[in-house]
C-alpha cells in the first residue's frame, strides 16, 4: 500500500500508469459488454472465467480493429484517431451493443437456418427446447399446450418469459391461458383470452410432462376464436 501511495504521489509516474491502464482498458470493456449482452439475449449467465477474460480482449482488439479501419477510410483522416477520444469510444461502444444483437438475430433467423442446411449442418443454434419450438419470422407469438406429471391438468396458453439454464430452476410462464381437467375428458376450468397477458401461470420443468406446440393460426381460429 505504501508504495501505491508512493507512486501515486509522483505527478509523472501516475501519469505514465493511468495512461498503460487506459490503453489495455480500451481492448477490454467493448468485449464485456457484447458478451453480457449476447448471454442476456440467449438467457445465459456470463460466468467470469479466464476464459470470458480472453474472449472479452480477442473481442475488444477486433472492435479497435474495426473502428480504427472505419474512422481512417470512411472519414478520410490522415492521422491515425486517438483511442482516448470521445467520438472514438463513443462508436466502440455503439459497435459492442450493436453486434451482439446482429449476431443473435442473425442465428435466430431462417437465413442462417438455411445455410446450415446448405451445409449440411443440422445442430441447433438453441439449446433451448421451447426456442426450437418457435416458428421462425413466421409466428408472432408461441401457443403451447403443456400437460403436468402427477396432475390430470393441462395449460394452454402463450409463451411469456422461461428459464432453463442449468443451475437455475427451469420453468415456464404462460399469458393468457386456458386450464383444463383431462382426467377422463378434457374440462375447461380456467378460461382467459389472448389479450388478457396479466394472467399468467408459472409451471416449473420438473412437472412438465409433455409440451405441444399449437400453430398460431389453429389457435387464433379453435381456441382463443371468443
Given amino acids: 500500500m505504501d508504495k501505491v501511495l508512493e507512486l501515486l504521489s509522483d505527478t509523472e509516474q501516475a501519469n505514465l500508469v493511468m495512461q498503460n491502464i487506459a490503453s489495455y482498458v480500451i481492448y477490454i470493456y467493448p468485449g464485456i459488454i457484447s458478451i453480457y449482452l449476447y448471454n442476456f ?13 480472453i474472449k472479452s480482449f480477442a473481442i475488444g482488439y477486433l472492435y479497435n480493429l474495426l473502428v480504427q479501419t472505419f474512422l481512417e477510410r470512411m472519414c478520410c483522416l490522415e492521422v491515425k ?3 482516448n477520444s470521445v467520438i472514438y469510444n463513443i462508436v466502440l461502444i455503439i459497435i459492442a451493443f450493436l453486434m451482439p444483437y446482429l449476431g443473435y438475430k442473425f442465428k ?3 437465413v442462417f437456418t438455411s445455410i446450415c442446411q446448405c451445409l449440411g449442418i443440422s445442430t441447433s443454434a438453441t439449446d433451448i427446447p421451447f426456442e426450437l419450438l418457435k416458428d421462425k419470422d413466421e ?7 403443456v400437460y403436468l406429471k402427477d396432475k390430470p391438468y393441462a395449460y394452454i ?3 411469456g418469459e422461461y428459464e432453463y439454464e442449468d443451475g437455475h430452476d427451469k420453468y415456464i410462464i404462460l399469458t393468457g391461458y386456458k386450464k383444463y381437467y383431462i382426467k377422463s375428458r378434457e374440462k375447461l376450468i380456467a378460461d382467459y383470452r389472448k389479450e388478457e397477458y396479466t394472467e399468467k401461470v408459472f409451471i ?4 412438465i410432462k409433455l409440451i405441444e406446440k399449437i400453430g398460431e393460426k389453429r389457435a387464433k381460429k379453435e381456441i ?3
Avoid: H, I, W
Wanted: hydrophobic share 30%; proline share 3%.
Fill in 41 to 53: 439475449f440467449v438467457a445465459r449467465t456470463t460466468q467470469n472465467t479466464q476464459a470470458f477474460a
Fill in 81 to 83: 484517431p486517438s483511442q
Fill in 108 to 110: 435466430m433467423s431462417k
Fill in 139 to 145: 409466428e408472432e407469438y408461441t401457443c403451447l399446450k
Fill in 157 to 159: 396458453g402463450y409463451l
Fill in 204 to 207: 416449473k420443468f420438473e412437472d
Fill in 224 to 226: 382463443y376464436c371468443k
